[in-house]
């Protein structure tokens, strides 16, 4: 199973980004994916869950309102739709895919069975 995030980068605070994140190795469709992000020196912190076949989405507390979560599963691609960013969601943004649906572990890491390598959000001030 490979998770290859990519479209993460430097952008002005206010600014968009979108992250993808392409999948192989598995049943693209039958698996819920995640983003989550770390923060130098933090704890790996939940961004966003969507379900298999996209009608189920959770987002954290800290992103609602601003970041969409929505996948292609001809595609095998979630993205993270990122809007009006501050400074502090500047971390390395992973993606992740789990095999079932926790309503309780959704936030937690513990749910994923696999996660991808990555990609660096930096959000200037």
């Known amino acids: 199973v490979q998770l290859q995030a990519s479209g993460g980068g430097l952008v002005q605070a206010g600014g968009s980004l979108r992250l993808s994140c392409a999948a192989s190795g598995l049943a693209f469709g039958r698996y819920i994916m995640g983003w989550f992000r770390q923060a130098p020196g933090k704890e790996r912190e939940f961004v966003a869950v969507?379900?298999?076949?996209?009608?189920?989405?959770r987002y954290g507390d800290s992103v609602k309102g601003r970041f969409t979560i929505s996948r292609d599963n001809a595609k095998n691609t979630v993205y993270l739709q990122m809007n009006s960013l501050k400074p502090e969601d500047t971390a390395v943004y992973y993606c992740?895919?789990?095999?079932?649906?926790?309503?309780?572990?959704?936030?937690?890491?513990?749910?994923?069975?696999?996660w991808g390598q990555g990609t660096l959000v930096t959000v200037s001030s």
């Open positions: 992740a895919a789990a095999s079932s649906w926790n309503i309780q572990l959704i936030p937690t890491t513990a749910l994923y069975d696999y």
């Open positions: 969507v379900s298999g076949n996209g009608g189920t989405v």
